[in-house]
């Protein structure tokens, strides 16, 4: 999510401890002496493990700067990862969730790259749910044809089918009824779902901000209105749910909390650990001045040469790719030099004899842009593919190469956030040129 917001999920909803986030805001992070961090607090990610009727369930929110919208891929890829660390089916057990800004949405082409991602193999996560907060002023605009040429600012969906709920932000109820209906339509069809939250900024462009200086009618309207809790609060009593006054002592309780830096979430589970969290102790405690021998036997890379150049019976090779296999055999036998495609796929071909699994992507990654690569080898007589490094020893890690779709940003933001997600796995994003 972007950072507007991003305290309140914090505190209540993700557990963090107040006191813990209002000594960062006074500068009292010994983390940020240690690496310099200096971002501001409403960034930073966090993590916590939050008890459910089901069991304890993960929760991770990403960090996020400033750039707008470019944490969205990051997070699939990150979910996407944790989806594979899994040893069966974990589509129903891992969920993106991204919050949009209504302007940023439709606004930013990052968001179309990233929808277009959705259903591709090497990169679906099972669907996404999307809440878009439409506070209907994207920065200081609140003029729709400034902003976008459509209706909504969530047309953008429709590349991909997606389905948009549009939902009055000052209704909870609607809210939760509309939220269990996105989770239900996306555990059931896995496909991306929308949520348009139609709401308002009660403050302007930000905290400080003036608003009347530029949307004079609209925010003599948002002015007028009550706020969605004080909505609440008096339906509640009305209904007879809570005795008049209470929802005032509630909020007394809740900022007496606050103020003592209490955990504000009950259901917030103190040093659990469900799992899904990915370790990198042993990265964190390396040093990068130390001398590491990377030499690797003759016979090693024989061997796993050899494998890597087998090819299927009946698997029926281009002419000139197979004078490519030919010519990396003789390079094993010591009768030509070792070209940088034979090369590669040897250090492919160690690491994961080592137990690292790869993730190479990018425009052309099978074949290699320069034809070069052939980690990806095609029969001429069918469509089928046949790759050799998937197949050198019987339980070895995972080899992917993918060749993407022809987007740089979404790609390269989503296998970053492959990479923050799994340890043991050299992912490699691979620019054409």
């Given at each position: 999510?972007?950072?507007?917001?991003?305290?309140?999920?914090?505190?209540?909803?993700?557990?963090?401890?107040?006191?813990?986030?209002?000594?960062?805001?006074?500068?009292?992070?010994?983390?940020?002496?240690?690496?310099?961090?200096?971002?501001?607090?409403?960034?930073?990610?966090?993590?916590?493990?939050?008890?459910?009727p089901?069991?304890?369930?993960?929760?991770?929110?990403?960090?996020?700067?400033?750039h707008?919208?470019i944490?969205?891929?990051?997070?699939?890829g990150?979910?996407?990862?944790?989806?594979?660390?899994?040893?069966?089916?974990?589509?129903?057990?891992?969920?993106?969730?991204?919050?949009?800004?209504?302007?940023?949405?439709?606004?930013?082409?990052?968001?179309?790259?990233t929808?277009?991602?959705?259903?591709?193999?090497?990169?679906?996560?099972?669907?996404?749910?999307?809440?878009?907060?439409?506070?209907?002023?994207?920065?200081?605009?609140?003029?729709?044809?400034?902003?976008?040429?459509?209706?909504?600012?969530?047309?953008?969906?429709?590349?991909?089918?997606?389905?948009?709920?549009?939902?009055?932000?000052?209704?909870?109820?609607?809210?939760?009824?509309?939220?269990?209906?996105?989770?239900?339509?996306?555990l059931?069809?896995?496909?991306?779902?929308?949520?348009?939250?139609?709401?308002?900024?009660?403050?302007?462009?930000?905290?400080?901000?003036?608003?009347?200086?530029?949307?004079?009618?609209?925010?003599?309207?948002?002015?007028?209105?009550?706020?969605?809790?004080?909505?609440?609060?008096?339906?509640?009593?009305?209904?007879?749910?809570?005795?008049?006054?209470?929802?005032?002592?509630?909020?007394?309780?809740?900022?007496?909390?606050?103020?003592?830096?209490?955990?504000?979430?009950?259901?917030?589970?103190?040093?659990?650990?469900?799992?899904?969290?990915?370790?990198?102790?042993?990265?964190?405690?390396?040093?990068?001045?130390?001398?590491?021998?990377?030499?690797?036997?003759?016979?090693?890379?024989?061997?796993?040469?050899?494998?890597a150049?087998?090819?299927?019976?009946?698997f029926?090779?281009?002419?000139?790719?197979?004078?490519?296999?030919?010519?990396?055999?003789?390079?094993?036998?010591?009768?030509?030099?070792?070209?940088?495609?034979m090369?590669?796929?040897l250090?492919?071909?160690t690491?994961?004899?080592e137990?690292?699994?790869?993730?190479?992507?990018?425009?052309?990654?099978?074949?290699?842009?320069f034809?070069?690569?052939?980690?990806m080898?095609?029969?001429?007589?069918?469509?089928?593919?046949?790759?050799?490094?998937?197949?050198?020893?019987?339980?070895q890690?995972s080899f992917?190469?993918?060749?993407?779709?022809?987007?740089?940003?979404?790609?390269?933001?989503?296998?970053?956030?492959?990479?923050?997600?799994?340890?043991?796995?050299?992912?490699?994003?691979?620019a054409?040129?």
């Amino acid at each position: 999510m972007a950072h507007r917001g991003r305290l309140n999920v914090l505190v209540n909803l993700l557990g963090k401890a107040p006191k813990e986030l209002f000594s960062e805001f006074e500068g009292e992070d010994p983390l940020d002496e240690r690496v310099g961090s200096g971002d501001v607090k409403y960034h930073q990610g966090f993590y916590s493990d939050i008890q459910t009727p089901g069991g304890p369930v993960h929760l991770s929110l990403a960090f996020n700067p400033s750039h707008l919208e470019i944490v969205g891929p990051v997070v699939e890829g990150g979910c996407r990862a944790r989806q594979d660390r899994h040893p069966e089916d974990a589509t129903d057990l891992v969920l993106p969730v991204i919050v949009h800004g209504d302007a940023a949405f439709i606004g930013q082409g990052v968001v179309t790259e990233t929808l277009n991602l959705s259903k591709l193999p090497a990169y679906g996560t099972g669907g996404t749910i999307h809440v878009v907060v439409n506070n209907q002023i994207g920065f200081t605009t609140s003029q729709p044809q400034e902003a976008r040429s459509t209706l909504y600012c969530t047309e953008v969906a429709k590349l991909i089918q997606a389905p948009i709920f549009h939902v009055n932000g000052d209704d909870p109820d609607a809210v939760l009824f509309v939220a269990q209906l996105a989770l239900d339509y996306r555990l059931t069809f896995h496909n991306d779902v929308v949520i348009a939250l139609v709401c308002y900024r009660r403050q302007g462009h930000n905290e400080a901000d003036e608003p009347m200086m530029t949307q004079p009618c609209m925010y003599q309207r948002i002015r007028e209105l009550p706020t969605t809790r004080a909505l609440y609060g008096k339906r509640l009593e009305h209904e007879g749910v809570i005795a008049p006054g209470e929802a005032d002592a509630m909020v007394e309780h809740y900022r007496t909390s606050l103020e003592a830096g209490k955990v504000v979430v009950r259901e917030f589970l103190h040093g659990s650990r469900t799992g899904y969290e990915a370790h990198w102790e042993r990265y964190l405690n390396a040093k990068p001045g130390e001398r590491v021998d990377t030499r690797i036997p003759r016979s090693t890379l024989v061997r796993l040469g050899t494998r890597a150049l087998e090819v299927p019976e009946g698997f029926l090779l281009h002419p000139r790719v197979a004078k490519v296999l030919e010519d990396r055999r003789r390079m094993l036998a010591g009768d030509l030099p070792v070209d940088w495609g034979m090369a590669e796929t040897l250090a492919y071909a160690t690491l994961l004899d080592e137990g690292y699994g790869i993730r190479l992507s990018g425009q052309d990654s099978g074949r290699g842009t320069f034809a070069h690569r052939h980690a990806m080898l095609h029969n001429q007589d069918a469509r089928q593919t046949h790759i050799p490094l998937q197949h050198l020893a019987e339980g070895q890690p995972s080899f992917e190469v993918i060749n993407s779709l022809l987007s740089e940003l979404a790609v390269l933001a989503f296998e970053y956030g492959y990479a923050t997600s799994r340890p043991n796995t050299l992912v490699i994003w691979e620019a054409q040129f």
